[in-house]
């Protein structure tokens, strides 16, 4: 039987290094795909991975429990990859302003919004599109990125992702709109291009 | 509703956050407004996209890396 979360921090507390390794397994999938979508480079996203694990171990033993074990780990997962972004130059710092990704139909100033295919389809979920996708969320700031990540990908609730990054529900759910807005503005662009001429790919 | 008022709040209208009197005029303006419509199935399609897509799994040699790091570093603290 698995043993809960908090049976294995108290194990490892307790000096049972197999009970860490536990909790390392269960959860470095989610902490490295949180690493790899926050800084895009596996090099980078393998060091965030074990600083964090390693700011585990060492935080545990005043760890008290107060919030859920997954939430602390995440909170230090996001501060560790944040720290890193930080010290990058190429990181876009602002986000532009909301009134450019929403549309303008009601002053007509734009050439007619279009329906995407259904999901899940091949053409939406080209290797092109994806690396579209991934260069859109790579134009968010940071603070964007994460929220989107925590909430839409790895499906945290808003008060979960407002704990795990220190800020307010109502903090989430605005950058959360604004992320989604601009990455839903990105894709139309792509996307409309690509409808336009018939969504013909050339084959691999 | 106006279309700027009903773009504000689509977020919460997706994440069924909304209070149900505005969730009632906002899907009444979606009815006879088609870019509005649009907009919001558009939007939802980026989320879905986003989960779809996915993201490659741990490498076994960066799980194993990690396993022999921690190991190394812990058995000091």
Known sequence: MDLTDQALVEKTKSGDYQAFEALVNRYEGKVYRLSM??????????????????????????????????????????????MKIRHRETEPQHLLPLEDYLPRHEEGEQPPIQDWPDLPDEALLSK?????????????????????????????????????????????????HRARLALRGVLAEYFDKKIRKGFKEKGP | MKCQEILEKLSEYIDGELDPKLCQDLEAHMEDCHPCLIFVNTL????????????????????LRLHDYLKKECQGC
Not at chain 1, 50 to 64: A, C, H, K, P, S
Not at chain 2, 44 to 63: M, N, R, W
Request: with cysteine; net charge neutral.
């Open chain 1, 37 to 82: 979508r926050m800084l895009r480079n596996q090099q980078d996203a393998e060091d965030a991975l074990q600083e964090t694990f390693l700011q585990v171990y060492r935080g545990l033993e005043n760890f008290e429990g107060r919030s859920m074990f997954s939430t602390w780990l995440f909170r230090l997962a996001t501060n560790v990859c944040l």
């Open chain 2, 44 to 63: 939802k399609k980026t989320i879905i996209l986003y989960q779809f897509a996915g993201c490659e799994p741990l490498p076994k040699e960066v799980h």
């Open chain 1, 128 to 176: 092109e599109s994806r690396a579209k996708m991934l260069a859109a969320l790579e134009k968010l700031p940071a603070e964007y990125r994460l929220v989107f990540i925590l909430r839409d990908i790895e499906g945290f609730s808003n008060a979960e992702a407002g704990e795990t990054l220190g800020i307010s529900v109502a903090a989430v759910k605005s950058r959360l």
